[in-house]
């Protein structure tokens, strides 16, 4: 797949990530779309190591989107804690 299908991927894969993780993030839209490319990699990575399968075949493939958006539920809820962290110290 190409680049530009990457980030559509990711793109929409953060939406979803965003939908069913819902709350207040700092950052906005440009953190999200950041959290799904970079969770759509790491989805396909990790699908890749862990279960030995090519989970990244093509754009249309439901193996690809289900690891696009489980890699970016792990960033957004990784994404949440550091900076959750960050905030709670500097109003403490």
Do not use: C, Q
Not at 1 to 9: H, L, N, S, T
Request: net charge positive; no cysteine; glycine share 18%.
């Amino acid at each position: 797949m190409g680049i530009i299908a990457w980030i559509v991927i990711g793109l929409l894969a953060g939406i979803i990530a965003k939908a069913i993780m819902p709350g207040k993030d700092p950052g906005g839209i440009i953190i999200t779309m950041l959290i799904g490319i970079a969770g759509g990699l790491l989805g396909g990575w990790l699908g890749k190591v862990i279960f030995g399968v090519d989970s990244i075949d093509g754009f249309f493939e439901l193996s690809t989107w289900l690891a696009a958006i489980v890699g970016s539920l792990i960033l957004l809820a990784l994404y949440r804690l550091i900076t959750g962290n960050r905030r709670s110290h500097r109003h403490a």
